[in-house]
């Protein structure tokens, strides 16, 4: 099993059993690594605060409430580009890839930031969560 498998089994147990499969969420744990081309977790969170949507990123990323977002916002904070490069990843349009995102973004966020902070990177924070 490759790592993205394991990631995705990962998040997706994380995540209530969405499926590893879901090729989404598979294309969403690929963009949260340093190098991913986009900045990582960092990038995405700076994106969308950037873009207006600070207060609710934020509350993904600290230890608090998680607030929702709709799949609107999701185009606002991360922007038409990054969101159709994401959905052309996962093989789905950029309102399916939205809509989806506005239901998985917050839990992912919330799960690989456990202490309320942005710490080396999504994917090697996401890790050390799943392996202990």
């Not at 998040?11 to 879901?22: D, I, R, Y």
């Not at 922007?79 to 490069?85: E, H, N, P």
């Not at 799960?111 to 902070?117: E, Y």
């Amino acid at each position: 099993m490759g790592l993205m498998d394991q990631l995705g089994q990962a998040v997706g147990g994380a995540m209530g059993g969405q499926s590893a499969q879901n090729p989404l969420l598979q294309a969403l744990t690929g963009l949260l690594g340093q190098n991913s081309g986009g900045g990582g977790l960092a990038g995405i969170v700076q994106s969308f605060q950037k873009n207006g949507l600070g207060d609710i990123v934020n509350s993904w990323v600290s230890t608090g409430q998680n607030l929702p977002i709709t799949p609107d916002q999701i185009k606002q904070g991360l922007g038409s580009d990054f969101l159709s490069q994401l959905a052309g990843k996962a093989g789905v349009s950029p309102d399916a890839a939205s809509t989806q995102l506005s239901s998985l973004l917050p839990g992912v966020i919330d799960k690989v930031t456990p202490n309320g902070k942005i710490e080396s990177g999504g994917i090697d924070q996401l890790l050390k969560m799943f392996q202990g």
